[in-house]
Structure formats: structure tokens, C-alpha cells
């Protein structure tokens, strides 16, 4: 069978480099049958996954790999580089991995180790649009940068879970439109979700952090030594559902003696639900030195975590609130500020609600709608978006994107029912133009038109007076419209 590759020239002044793309073209888990001739072919002369890598890390420089949708199960155990084992990127090569999507591209570590390993710190790996399931030494362990966009790490166990940074020096991790879920730190089980290792230069962005069990910080365990700072930054994120025997959602640990710095700040995420066998089953700091870790908080919500007092945070130091953060219930993270509250923010239960990672967006009354820094939410890496990549126009508190600048949305989760119009009551299908008018959110807000097919409406147990045409079978009277539970977009 004719080998595969696809070649491109990538002019520099004054010299010039080679990069290539190699299109896998069998889910078959196979060696490549001469690495370094810079032809993906195995003995039966198709692309496998693990031929790309090995032809990749052969070349050198930035390399890129086309994975269509597949299961790509790992199959040949060993440790050594690509050939067995893990899937290693090795020194000086950049490696682009981009599948079809998360739903249809699937690499399964099958417990022979990881999936992929960064080896070193002139390595780096970017995935796009793939699932990474079942490593047994995580599913994805980097010394050198990593990249995840549109991605799912699930179902991987190991020291750091998920995902595990142990940086040679410096190295840069970037999340994107991911989801990292119902994986388990063993071992030395530092993070359950992601490991953030001294001298990690983390950025985590519309993402959700679920379902993951460590014993120390089941969702994130971020950590220094004196000799590596640590930074992380959480935009437009979820971490919810985690477990821990301390930090169940967030551990901030800063374990040099002296000057260990590790700084963590937060920006529309929602942290609820994680859970700690011992205590601080939201967000828990550690410090074995003089120096404890730093915490920057806006426009969050930090809400109904479970574990021993105190539940929503255990801090060694105040956080830096920069205002319209959420607590509930409780005082325990010390918010004070212009715009903070703490009242129960009525989340809705995690599911997908639209984008590509799972969401819980505000029901309607909540008080977090609107209620955030509209400052925050335009500055990057919020970017005026919500986690779903909505546009976030105007400020909400979480992840969740609470209204667009002209009008109040909602997603049912019951019936509308109309009196006093002739409108069809069953399917209720027919499009109708509405204006709320309600004296507790600013008066009369303007509804776009749309099918009440999808129960749109504006809020929870309210009644509100509207004016509308029915398409069918005639014209619709002002009437009363009763409200039922909803979940505010």
C-alpha cells in the first residue's frame, strides 16, 4: 500500500524548514516500519497514530497529525520512547494532533500507562478535538508545554489523574473547551483532574473540571517549590463534583520552605458541589514555608461544597476579592466587596446547556443574574464570553452568561400556560412576540420572538402581563401569562 504524507515547505529567512502533516489511516496500534525516513508506514505500509509520532519526533520542529474519527486503542506495552508504551513527544518537536472531535476521536491509553508524554521541556504537544481515556500514569503527563482544545481526559488514573505537569524548568499549559472528568489521582495522588506542577504556567478557559478524585485537591492541585513559581488562571469555567481528602475542588499548595509562590486567580467560574472527606471541600490552601499561596477572585461563584468546616474554602491567607464574587452558604472565603453576596445562587444541575463542555447555568431569579463586573466579563481571557462562547454583553456572576444587553432569556423546565388568548394550548408552537414586565428587574424588558414550541420564558413562579400574535388561528389579546421554573441564559 502507497505510504502516506503529505508535505509542506515553510519558508524562513534566511534559511528554510521542512514541517509535515501525516494522515493517519488505520485505528491499528503499530510501529512505524523505518522511523526517520520521514514516511508514515507501518510494516503493512498504513499510517498508525503511533508511526505519525514516531516519523514527528524523528523530524523535529513543529509536526502535525490528522487523526480522523476512530477508536485508537493502545495496544503494545513497554516504556522507552514512541515505539512502546505512551505516545512520547520527544526533545525539539512540536507535535499538532487534531482529530474530528471528542465524540468521534478516540485514543484509549487501555492501561498500559499514558496516552501521551511530553518528555522534556523542548517538547510540546497540542490536541484538538480528541478523547484521551484510560491511563493508568495519567492520561496525559507533560515536562514541556501541552495544549488542549475541544478536548475530553477522562476515566485515567495516576499521580495526577488527568493530567500531570512536572516541568523541567518552565512550561506552559493551555485548556480550552475542555472537559476533564471521573478520573483519580493514585499513588503519590496529588489532583484528581489536573496536577500543576512547580514552575507551570497554567490558563484554563471555558472548561469543566468534574467527577475527579484526589486526595489532595480532587479537581486542581496547584503547587511551587522556591526555585519554580506557579501561576493559574480559571476563566469561564466549571469545577464541580470533585472529591477530596482536603481541597476538594481546589488545593493551592506552596510547598518551598522559604519564598515558594503559587498564585491562582479566578474569573467567572463556578466552583460547586466538590466534596472533602476532611475539610474545605471548595477551594483549600497549604503552605509548608513562610510564604503562603495567593488567591485573586471576581465575578465567581463559590457554592453548596461539602466536607468538614469550613466547606466552601479553607484559607491561610485572605483572598484578593475583587468584588461581585457569590458565596453560600457561609462567610468562610472572606468575600466583602462592592457587588459580593452570599445567598444561594439557584444553580441548575450540571448538564450539557448548549457549547462544548457541560455548564450550570443560573435559574431564573437567581441572584448572580447581571450581577457581575461588566469590566471583568470585556476583559481577556473572559473576552465577553461565557463559557458556552455566548456573547457575555453584560456582567454576570459564574460561567454562566446571565443576559444579553436588550433582552432577559430562559430555558423551561416547565409549561406556559396563557389566559385570556386564543392562542392553541397544546405544543404551544406558534411564534409570539413578549414584553415582561416585572418591577423587581428594571421594569419591562422585550423578549425576542420565538417558538413557544421551546418553552421559552422569563422566570420562576411570577406572573407577568404580556401583549402578542399568535401566527395561528387568530390574533391573541393582551392576557396574563403565568411563569413557571426556569433556568436564566
Same mark, same amino acid.
Given at each position: 500500500?502507497?505510504?502516506?504524507?503529505?508535505?509542506?515547505?515553510?519558508?524562513?529567512?534566511?534559511?528554510?524548514?521542512?514541517?509535515?502533516?501525516?494522515?493517519?489511516?488505520?485505528?491499528?496500534?503499530?510501529?512505524?516500519?523505518?522511523? *526517520?525516513?520521514?514516511?508514515?508506514?507501518?510494516?503493512?505500509?498504513?499510517?498508525?497514530?503511533?508511526?505519525?509520532?514516531?516519523?514527528?519526533?524523528?523530524?523535529?520542529?513543529?509536526?502535525?497529525?490528522?487523526?480522523?474519527?476512530?477508536?485508537?486503542?493502545?495496544?503494545?506495552?513497554?516504556?522507552?520512547?514512541?515505539?512502546?508504551?505512551?505516545?512520547?513527544?520527544?526533545?525539539?518537536?512540536?507535535?499538532?494532533?487534531?482529530?474530528?472531535?471528542?465524540?468521534?476521536?478516540?485514543?484509549?491509553?487501555?492501561?498500559?500507562?499514558?496516552?501521551?508524554?511530553?518528555? !522534556?521541556?523542548?517538547?510540546?504537544?497540542?490536541?484538538?478535538?480528541?478523547?484521551?481515556?484510560?491511563?493508568?500514569?495519567?492520561?496525559?503527563?507533560?515536562?514541556?508545554?501541552?495544549?488542549?482544545?475541544?478536548?475530553?481526559?477522562?476515566?485515567?488514573?495516576?499521580?495526577?489523574?488527568?493530567?500531570?505537569?512536572?516541568?523541567?524548568?518552565?512550561?506552559?499549559?493551555?485548556? !480550552?473547551?475542555?472537559? &476533564?472528568?471521573?478520573?483519580?489521582?493514585? *499513588?503519590?495522588?496529588?489532583?484528581?483532574?489536573?496536577?500543576?506542577?512547580?514552575?507551570?504556567?497554567?490558563?484554563?478557559?471555558?472548561?469543566? &473540571?468534574?467527577?475527579?478524585?484526589?486526595?489532595?485537591?480532587?479537581?486542581?492541585?496547584?503547587?511551587?517549590?522556591?526555585?519554580?513559581?506557579?501561576?493559574?488562571?480559571?476563566?469561564?469555567?466549571?469545577?464541580?463534583?470533585?472529591?477530596?481528602?482536603?481541597?476538594?475542588?481546589?488545593?493551592?499548595?506552596?510547598?518551598?520552605?522559604?519564598?515558594?509562590?503559587?498564585?491562582?486567580?479566578?474569573?467567572?467560574?463556578?466552583?460547586?458541589? #466538590?466534596?472533602? =472527606?476532611?475539610?474545605?471541600?471548595?477551594?483549600?490552601?497549604?503552605?509548608?514555608?513562610?510564604?503562603?499561596?495567593?488567591?485573586? =477572585?471576581?465575578?465567581?461563584?463559590?457554592?453548596?461544597?461539602?466536607?468538614?468546616?469550613?466547606?466552601?474554602?479553607?484559607?491561610?491567607?485572605?483572598?484578593?476579592?475583587?468584588?461581585?464574587?457569590?458565596?453560600?452558604?457561609?462567610?468562610?472565603?472572606?468575600?466583602?466587596?462592592?457587588?459580593?453576596?452570599?445567598?444561594?445562587?439557584?444553580?441548575?444541575?450540571?448538564?450539557?446547556?448548549?457549547?462544548?463542555?457541560?455548564?450550570?447555568?443560573?435559574?431564573?431569579?437567581?441572584?448572580?443574574?447581571?450581577?457581575?463586573?461588566?469590566?471583568?466579563?470585556?476583559?481577556?481571557?473572559?473576552?465577553?464570553?461565557?463559557?458556552?462562547?455566548?456573547?457575555?454583553? =453584560?456582567?454576570?456572576?459564574?460561567?454562566?452568561?446571565?443576559?444579553?444587553?436588550?433582552?432577559?432569556?430562559?430555558?423551561?423546565?416547565?409549561?406556559?400556560?396563557?389566559? *385570556?388568548?386564543?392562542?392553541?394550548?397544546?405544543?404551544?408552537?406558534?411564534?409570539?412576540?413578549?414584553?415582561?414586565?416585572?418591577?423587581?428587574?428594571?421594569?419591562?424588558?422585550?423578549?425576542?420572538?420565538?417558538?413557544?414550541?421551546?418553552?421559552?420564558? !422569563?422566570?420562576?413562579?411570577?406572573?407577568?402581563?404580556?401583549?402578542?400574535?399568535?401566527?395561528?388561528?387568530?390574533?391573541?389579546?393582551?392576557?396574563?401569562?403565568?411563569?413557571? #421554573?426556569?433556568?436564566?441564559?
Amino acid at each position: 500500500m502507497k505510504r502516506l504524507l503529505i508535505a509542506a515547505m515553510v519558508m524562513a529567512w534566511p534559511a528554510a524548514a521542512a514541517a509535515a502533516t501525516f494522515l493517519v489511516n488505520t485505528t491499528v496500534d503499530a510501529v512505524d516500519a523505518v522511523p *526517520g525516513d520521514g514516511v508514515c508506514a507501518t510494516i503493512d505500509g498504513r499510517c498508525s497514530l503511533r508511526a505519525a509520532v514516531q516519523e514527528s519526533n524523528a523530524l523535529t520542529g513543529a509536526q502535525a497529525i490528522s487523526l480522523p474519527a476512530g477508536y485508537y486503542t493502545l495496544t503494545i506495552p513497554g516504556a522507552g520512547g514512541a515505539g512502546v508504551g505512551d505516545l512520547n513527544v520527544g526533545a525539539n518537536t512540536q507535535i499538532t494532533i487534531t482529530g474530528t472531535g471528542p465524540a468521534t476521536t478516540i485514543v484509549d491509553a487501555n492501561g498500559i500507562g499514558a496516552a501521551f508524554t511530553v518528555d !522534556v521541556a523542548s517538547a510540546g504537544l497540542t490536541l484538538i478535538g480528541v478523547t484521551v481515556q484510560n491511563g493508568s500514569a495519567d492520561c496525559i503527563a507533560a515536562s514541556g508545554g501541552l495544549t488542549l482544545n475541544r478536548v475530553v481526559v477522562q476515566a485515567c488514573q495516576g499521580a495526577g489523574g488527568g493530567i500531570q505537569t512536572t516541568p523541567q524548568g518552565s512550561l506552559t499549559l493551555t485548556i !480550552v473547551d475542555t472537559t &476533564i472528568m471521573q478520573s483519580q489521582a493514585t *499513588g503519590a495522588p496529588l489532583g484528581g483532574g489536573v496536577s500543576i506542577g512547580p514552575g507551570t504556567s497554567a490558563t484554563i478557559v471555558r472548561s469543566t &473540571i468534574a467527577g475527579n478524585t484526589g486526595a489532595l485537591g480532587g479537581g486542581i492541585y496547584v503547587t511551587s517549590t522556591d526555585s519554580a513559581a506557579t501561576s493559574l488562571t480559571i476563566a469561564n469555567s466549571t469545577i464541580a463534583q470533585n472529591t477530596a481528602g482536603f481541597g476538594g475542588g481546589i488545593l493551592l499548595d506552596a510547598s518551598g520552605p522559604l519564598h515558594s509562590t503559587t498564585a491562582v486567580t479566578l474569573v467567572n467560574v463556578t466552583i460547586a458541589q #466538590n466534596d472533602a =472527606v476532611g475539610t474545605s471541600g471548595g477551594i483549600a490552601e497549604r503552605a509548608t514555608g513562610a510564604v503562603q499561596p495567593s488567591l485573586t =477572585v471576581s465575578n465567581t461563584i463559590v457554592a453548596n461544597n461539602l466536607g468538614g468546616m469550613p466547606q466552601n474554602c479553607g484559607l491561610l491567607s485572605p483572598i484578593t476579592d475583587l468584588g461581585h464574587n457569590l458565596e453560600f452558604p457561609g462567610t468562610a472565603c472572606g468575600f466583602g466587596q462592592a457587588g459580593d453576596l452570599r445567598v444561594d445562587p439557584l444553580l441548575a444541575p450540571l448538564a450539557p446547556h448548549g457549547g462544548p463542555t457541560a455548564t450550570m447555568p443560573l435559574l431564573a431569579g437567581s441572584p448572580a443574574i447581571d450581577a457581575g463586573s461588566d469590566v471583568a466579563c470585556a476583559m481577556p481571557p473572559v473576552s465577553g464570553q461565557d463559557q458556552r462562547g455566548v456573547s457575555r454583553t =453584560v456582567g454576570g456572576i459564574s460561567a454562566w452568561c446571565s443576559n444579553t444587553s436588550t433582552e432577559h432569556r430562559a430555558i423551561a423546565q416547565g409549561l406556559i400556560s396563557i389566559i *385570556g388568548c386564543n392562542c392553541p394550548q397544546v405544543g404551544m408552537a406558534q411564534p409570539i412576540q413578549m414584553v415582561e414586565s416585572d418591577t423587581t428587574r428594571n421594569g419591562s424588558r422585550a423578549l425576542r420572538a420565538a417558538s413557544l414550541s421551546r418553552t421559552r420564558y !422569563v422566570s420562576a413562579a411570577r406572573t407577568g402581563n404580556i401583549a402578542g400574535i399568535c401566527s395561528v388561528p387568530s390574533p391573541c389579546a393582551t392576557g396574563l401569562v403565568t411563569l413557571s #421554573n426556569g433556568m436564566a441564559s
